[in-house]
Each structure stands twice: as structure tokens, then as C-alpha cells.
């Protein structure tokens, strides 16, 4: 099957500033992103920017880049940007891969594009793995997911989703035994048309108390699917931490071409 990668990347970052350029191993971090989800099936991968810097970079490094306008408030909104220029039909399977993940894995990215393929009912996939602690069930930087029994999203909530009433009732924070509980993760598949409608659709009140994007769909009917995988990917880029971790992994060096 076709489908493209978008990965939008801007250089404002509060906790990383000029996050995208920042080196890793010899190359930009946009740019090892670039590179590992072209190991997936994608028929295309760009980085969708709003900064000259980044977009020379991708150039510099062969990767194509579109410049996009600045202002977007999500990088949703600026994949519907991309999705109107290249003209991409609406049936166009188009994959979100951020630009401050190095290290994602290509068969994840395969496996939401294949997904949503096969789901034509649905405008999003996305995918999720195993809670298998209780700092991450009650961390609400960590986005929980619950589905039907069809895989399809019922709600995405920072709160430790579903609540088990009778182990969680004496107030301490622990992971029930068998509990089903799911982690999101942060990687998207879109139809084009969906994309391009997406910009018009009201923000919901569920998506602003959360700060959640994603429930904006919900809010508005449209079915997301859920890719399970029980492999949690390695995280991203968000801190000076991780950064120092994903150096370590990568080493020294200077790109070989």
C-alpha cells in the first residue's frame, strides 16, 4: 500500500529550544526521524516546517522538505496544510511521525497505516501498549486509552482510565491485577480528507479541558482506530534527559553523507 510520512517540525520548543536541529550522532534530530521512518513502507517522507533553518537542513541531508505557514496551533493543522498543497485525494493515507523520535520504529509506522487501510470506516489510526505500572496509570503526562471491543477509541484521558472501582477504593495509587488499561502513543495515520476538514471543526470542550487534539474527532464522530502493540516504543525527545539518552545510544560522530 501508499502512504506518506509528514513529519512536522518547528523550532520553538519551551524545554529544548532549536529542538529539530539538535545534534544527534552527526545529524539533526529531524533528520535521524527522517531516516528511520524511511525504513517503513512509506512511499514518501517529508518534513513539513515553518523555519528555513530546518528546511535547509533537510535539503543539505537530501531528505524533501515543505515550508508551511507559521501560526499552526497543532501539527495537525499544519499536515491538513500539506495534504491541500501536494493535492492528495481524500483516501490518501497520510502518517504523523514527530520530529523528536530518532529512535520510532518503522514496523509501528507500518502497522497504523495498515491499519487505517484496512479500517475504511475510520479517519484515524493510531496505536497504544500494556500499562504495566502504576506511575504511568496515574502520571498525567501519560495519555491513557480506552477502546471498544472492535479496537475502536471510546476516550483518551491523562486520568488512570478505566478506574477500578473495587482495588483502587481504599485511595492508594496501584495497578490492579489484570487490569487492562492502555497507554497511548503518539503516533497518527489520517485519511487526506479527513485532514483537510479537520482545520474547520470546532475545538470541543473534552479537547480543551484535556489538551488532548485527538478528542477533538471523538467530540465530532469520527472513529479512531487502535493499533495494540505490546512493545512500548522508545520514547522521544522532550527533555535534556532524553536527549543525553538517545546521544548515548548513537554515540559520537559526523554524518557519512
Same mark, same amino acid.
Given at each position: 500500500m501508499n502512504f506518506t510520512v509528514v513529519i512536522p517540525a518547528r523550532a520553538e520548543s519551551t524545554r529544548l529550544p532549536g529542538k529539530p536541529l539538535l545534534d544527534i550522532g552527526g545529524l539533526p534530530m529531524v533528520i535521524r526521524t527522517a531516516r528511520q521512518a524511511a525504513l517503513s513502507g512509506a512511499s514518501r517522507v517529508l518534513i513539513a516546517t515553518d523555519d528555513p533553518a530546518i528546511a535547509d537542513a533537510a535539503h543539505a541531508h537530501k531528505v524533501e522538505a515543505l515550508m508551511t505557514?507559521?501560526?499552526?496551533?497543532?501539527g495537525t493543522d499544519r499536515l491538513a496544510e500539506v495534504a491541500t498543497t501536494l493535492g492528495l485525494p481524500d483516501e490518501a493515507i497520510v502518517v504523523n511521525v514527530q520530529g523528536d523520535e530518532p529512535l520510532i520504529e518503522p514496523t509501528l509506522v507500518d502497522a497504523v497505516a495498515n491499519l487505517l487501510s484496512q479500517r475504511p470506516? %475510520?479517519?484515524?489510526?493510531?496505536?497504544?501498549?500494556?500499562?504495566? *505500572? %502504576?506511575?504511568?496509570?496515574? *502520571?498525567?503526562?501519560?495519555?491513557?486509552?480506552?477502546? *471498544?471491543?472492535?479496537? =475502536?477509541? @471510546? #476516550?483518551?484521558?491523562?486520568?488512570?482510565?478505566?478506574?477500578?472501582? *473495587?482495588? @483502587?477504593?481504599?485511595? +492508594? +495509587? =496501584?495497578? %490492579?491485577?489484570?487490569?487492562?488499561?492502555?497507554?497511548?502513543?503518539?503516533? #497518527? %495515520?489520517? =485519511?487526506?480528507?479527513?485532514?483537510? +476538514?479537520?482545520?474547520?471543526?470546532?475545538?470541543?470542550?473534552?479537547? +480543551?479541558?484535556?489538551?488532548l487534539e485527538q478528542l477533538r474527532a471523538l467530540e465530532q464522530g469520527f472513529e479512531i482506530v487502535v493499533h495494540q502493540t505490546q512493545s512500548a516504543p522508545a520514547r522521544g525527545v522532550d527533555t535534556v534527559q532524553d536527549l543525553a539518552r538517545v546521544r548515548a545510544l548513537f554515540g559520537p560522530g559526523t554524518p557519512k553523507n
Open positions: 505557514r507559521r501560526g499552526h496551533r497543532t470506516q %475510520a479517519a484515524i489510526a493510531t496505536c497504544a501498549s500494556p500499562v504495566r *505500572d %502504576a506511575d504511568t496509570l496515574f *502520571d498525567p503526562n501519560a495519555v491513557k486509552v480506552v477502546c *471498544d471491543t472492535r479496537g =475502536r477509541a @471510546l #476516550y483518551f484521558s491523562r486520568a488512570p482510565i478505566p478506574w477500578h472501582r *473495587d482495588a @483502587l477504593a481504599d485511595g +492508594q +495509587q =496501584r495497578l %490492579a491485577p489484570g487490569l487492562q488499561a492502555w497507554h497511548h502513543i503518539g503516533l #497518527y %495515520a489520517y =485519511r487526506a480528507g479527513f485532514l483537510r +476538514q479537520y482545520p474547520t471543526l470546532p475545538a470541543g470542550y473534552l479537547e +480543551q479541558v484535556e489538551s
